[in-house]
C-alpha cells in the first residue's frame, strides 16, 4: 500500500509538472521572423527575449495554421540556429517552417538530452541544418528536408514513420549512406536500406527517403483492392 501511495504521488507530482510547463505558440502577426518575439503568443511562458545561439527553456508550438506569416529562419551571420535548452519540444503541427540561408535547428553545445523536434499533421519542416542531439520525429504525414550538404543531421538523429518524408538538397544518395543512414531510424529502430528504408535520388543532387511498407500493409491493400473489384463485379451482374 505504501509503495502504491509512493507511485501514485510520484505522478500526481509530474502531472502537475507537466500542466506547469508552458510553451510560446507562433502567431506570425507581425513577419516571418522566427526570432521577433512580436510573431510569438508568450502568455503561457516566461520566456521574453529570443535570439541566435541562445537556448529557449520551454516547448515551442508552431501550428495548425493558417498563418498571417508563415515562421522562417531568417538569414543571419555564419551559421546559426534557433536553440532549446535540454528536454524540450518543438513542435511543427500542419504548418511550414523555412529557412533563408544556411541556419538552422539545435540544441545547446553542452547538452546532455537535446531537444526534440515533432514533425506532424501534414507539417513541412525545412531546415539547412539540425545540430547537438536534436531528435527529428516525423510522423506518416509530413515531410522535413534539409538544405545543408556536408553533415545537415550534425549530432542528431532522425525516425521517420511509415508515410513520412526524408529529404535532402545538398546530400546525393551516397552522401546520405555514408553520413546519416546511422542517424536514420524507422519507429525507433536502426534504418536499413531495402529493408525498411529506400533511398533514392531527387533527379538533381540531392536524395529521398521513405520507409519501406510492411509486407502486411500491402497485402491488406492488395486485399481492400480485391474486394472492391469483387463488389464492383456483382454490381454489375
Known amino acids: 500500500m505504501k509503495h502504491f501511495c509512493k507511485v501514485l504521488g510520484t505522478m500526481f507530482v509530474m502531472m502537475l509538472a507537466a500542466q506547469a510547463q508552458g510553451q510560446l505558440v507562433w502567431v506570425g502577426g507581425v513577419s516571418t521572423d522566427m526570432f521577433d518575439v512580436a510573431n510569438w503568443d508568450l502568455s503561457a511562458t516566461a520566456v521574453t527575449t529570443l535570439a541566435p545561439n541562445v537556448s529557449v527553456s520551454d516547448n515551442v508550438l508552431i501550428g495548425p495554421g493558417p498563418f498571417a506569416n508563415n515562421p522562417i529562419i531568417p538569414e543571419l551571420d555564419a551559421q546559426q540556429r534557433f536553440q532549446l535548452d535540454d528536454g524540450y519540444s518543438f513542435t511543427l503541427d500542419g504548418a511550414t517552417l523555412g529557412v533563408a540561408g544556411n541556419d538552422g535547428v539545435g540544441g545547446a553545445t553542452d547538452t546532455t538530452n537535446g531537444p526534440t523536434v515533432n514533425v506532424i499533421n501534414g507539417a513541412q519542416f525545412n531546415s539547412f541544418f539540425v545540430v547537438n542531439d536534436v531528435k527529428v520525429k516525423i510522423d506518416g504525414t509530413s515531410t522535413a528536408t534539409f538544405g545543408g550538404g556536408g553533415n545537415p543531421i550534425n549530432l542528431s538523429t532522425v525516425d521517420i514513420a511509415p508515410g513520412g518524408t526524408l529529404a535532402f538538397i545538398n546530400e546525393d544518395p551516397a552522401a546520405f549512406r555514408a553520413e546519416h543512414l546511422s542517424k536514420t531510424f ?18 538533381a543532387v540531392g536524395s529521398i527517403i521513405t520507409v519501406v511498407p510492411e509486407p502486411s500493409s500491402i497485402t491488406l491493400a492488395f ?3 480485391a474486394a472492391l473489384l469483387s463488389c464492383r463485379r456483382r454490381r454489375v451482374m
Open 223 to 225: 486485399a481492400a483492392g
Open 186 to 203: 524507422v519507429l525507433g529502430s536502426p534504418g536499413v536500406e531495402g529493408v525498411n528504408l529506400n533511398i533514392i535520388s531527387d533527379g
